[in-house]
């Protein structure tokens, strides 16, 4: 059996995954020609390097496609149900640094808090004849976080797919849930994170999808340990 590796062919996470594979003296080689979005690493038989978009990799894990993958765990926990049970997070990269936060318009100068805006959700369809909007593409992580965690049920999910932090200011949702890293886009917004509003603190990790055939081999532990050792 093949093992199959994947790593961001683009993106943000895709540079540093690179220099962490060498420097865990793992060399990928490409099969082909240099613009091939497949390798195999040097020295280590039976491993092939699949290049793929960071959500992609995020899919394929999910899918069991692929056996390791280096991509945000914002993506792995948005893209499945039972997680843990599903892939094993080998190792935080320590890039890639991201929140996922519930975020609302600066103005709600009394919503501070998830019990704050729990109060605003619970009235909003008296006061508004409609339910409390959140934008987001997180819409796994948005239901667990609003609905299991915090018991609040009446809201209504806008997806969004891009320029999420707009949506309030343009009327198409109340509040958002979206990814930051340094604040600089939720300020331009007008937007402030509430303060237990970070549902997830997310960074690059390599993941392994969990398969009964990875116990006892020796690639699976090799990938891993030398994964480990440059960190
Ligand atoms: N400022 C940021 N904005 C968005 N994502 C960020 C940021 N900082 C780190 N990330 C992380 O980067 C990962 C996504 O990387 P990127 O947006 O480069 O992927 P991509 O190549 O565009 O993938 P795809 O096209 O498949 O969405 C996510 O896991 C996310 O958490
Ligand atoms: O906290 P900050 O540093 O402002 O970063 C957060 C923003 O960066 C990303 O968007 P980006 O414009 O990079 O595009 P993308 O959504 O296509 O990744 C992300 O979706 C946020 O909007």
Not at 200 to 211: D, G, P, T
Request: glycine share 10%; aromatic share 6%; hydrophobic share 45%.
């Amino acid at each position: 059996m093949t093992i199959t590796l994947a790593l961001p062919s683009k993106g943000r996470i895709k540079e540093a995954s690179a220099a962490l594979f060498d420097k865990a003296g793992l060399s990928i080689v490409s099969v082909g020609n240099d613009r091939s979005y497949r390798g195999r690493i040097e020295g280590l038989d039976g491993v092939e390097v699949a290049y793929l978009s960071a959500s992609e990799i995020a899919r394929e894990l999910a899918a069991g496609t692929v056996d390791f993958g280096i991509t945000g765990e914002d993506l792995v926990r948005e893209g499945m149900s039972d997680v843990e049970t599903r892939v094993d997070f080998c190792a935080r990269l320590g890039f890639g640094a991201a929140d996922v936060v519930v975020a609302v318009p600066e103005i709600w100068l009394d919503v501070e808090t998830m019990a704050d805006l729990g109060d605003v959700a619970a009235d909003f369809r008296a006061r508004h004849g409609r339910r409390l909007a959140i934008a987001t593409k997180y819409w796994r992580l948005t239901q667990q976080f609003f609905s299991q965690r915090h018991g609040i049920q009446l809201y209504r999910i806008v997806e969004s797919l891009g320029a999420t932090e707009g949506a309030p200011a343009a009327g198409q949702a109340d509040i958002i849930v979206d990814i930051t890293s340094t604040g600089a886009t939720l300020r331009a917004n007008h937007l402030k994170v509430l303060a237990d509003g970070v549902i997830l603190k997310s960074e690059a990790c390599l993941v392994r999808a969990r398969k009964p055939a990875h116990d006892g081999d020796a690639r699976v532990a090799e990938i891993v340990s030398r994964v480990g050792a440059a960190l």
